[in-house]
């Protein structure tokens, strides 16, 4: 395999990172992001079983907060990370895989719904993940972001300072969502609504044509 099959090798440091910082991730983002989590996660339906893709999963904070009767698949690059999310499944049927939210090892149109938590401000290459997140999505199913984003023209100058050491040993500050979108044409937007920090987080329902 290459770089080219797995993007975040472009970012060697960053899978690094999360191995150590896995231990300790759920300490700084779990009661800060509980509320935005929940909220989000409300977006998914409740009524009919489907299969949904958790891009990202991380330590599994998630996995506490959803609805039982879907089938999950849960991916992240890091094993460190999915080991710590294991324990959280609570019940939900979930398949486990170690892989690449840049390069998604699943056929087109394979999910109802896919769920990119913390994930699009962190690999190195954002609209290659929503783009690979739109391509296994079945036509008609959404997909739920929950991020930290720039708004455009934002200046922001204390993110855009911290960014080039942030984003090589955890997240980017410096990603424009709708730069992203406009690069996945195929979707649109359901719905984008501002749930922590002044807007900078937002949560935010993509729906495939």
């Given at each position: 395999?290459?770089?080219?099959d797995l993007?975040?090798?472009?970012n060697?440091?960053?899978?690094?990172s999360?191995s150590?910082?896995a231990p300790?991730?759920?300490?700084?983002v779990?009661?800060?992001?509980?509320?935005?989590?929940?909220?989000?996660?409300?977006t998914?339906?409740?009524?009919?079983?489907?299969k949904v893709l958790?891009?990202g999963i991380?330590?599994?904070?998630d996995l506490p907060?959803?609805?039982?009767?879907?089938?999950?698949?849960?991916l992240?690059?890091?094993?460190?990370?999915?080991e710590?999310?294991k324990?959280?499944v609570?019940?939900l049927q979930?398949?486990?895989v170690?892989?690449?939210?840049m390069?998604?090892?699943?056929?087109?149109?394979?999910?109802?719904h896919?769920?990119l938590?913390?994930i699009?401000?962190?690999?190195?290459?954002p609209?290659?993940c929503?783009s690979?997140?739109?391509?296994?999505l079945?036509p008609?199913?959404t997909?739920?972001?929950?991020?930290?984003f720039?708004?455009?023209?934002?200046t922001?100058p204390l993110?855009r300072?911290?960014?080039?050491?942030?984003r090589?040993?955890?997240?980017?500050?410096?990603?424009?969502?709708?730069?992203v979108?406009?690069?996945?044409?195929?979707?649109q937007v359901?719905s984008?609504v501002?749930?922590?920090a002044g807007?900078?987080?937002?949560?935010?329902?993509l729906?495939?044509?």
């Amino acid at each position: 395999m290459t770089k080219r099959d797995l993007p975040y090798r472009e970012n060697p440091m960053l899978r690094w990172s999360y191995s150590l910082i896995a231990p300790f991730y759920d300490l700084v983002v779990s009661r800060p992001l509980l509320r935005a989590r929940t909220q989000s996660l409300r977006t998914l339906p409740a009524d009919q079983a489907k299969k949904v893709l958790l891009s990202g999963i991380g330590t599994g904070l998630d996995l506490p907060l959803l609805p039982k009767l879907h089938h999950y698949t849960a991916l992240d690059f890091n094993a460190a990370m999915l080991e710590r999310a294991k324990p959280r499944v609570a019940g939900l049927q979930v398949e486990w895989v170690l892989g690449d939210s840049m390069a998604l090892p699943f056929a087109d149109a394979h999910f109802d719904h896919v769920v990119l938590h913390l994930i699009l401000a962190v690999v190195p290459q954002p609209a290659q993940c929503l783009s690979e997140a739109a391509r296994v999505l079945k036509p008609g199913g959404t997909i739920v972001i929950l991020d930290k984003f720039l708004r455009p023209q934002q200046t922001a100058p204390l993110r855009r300072a911290l960014n080039p050491l942030s984003r090589r040993i955890a997240t980017r500050m410096d990603v424009v969502f709708e730069e992203v979108l406009s690069v996945v044409p195929q979707l649109q937007v359901v719905s984008d609504v501002p749930l922590l920090a002044g807007g900078w987080f937002r949560g935010i329902v993509l729906r495939k044509g």
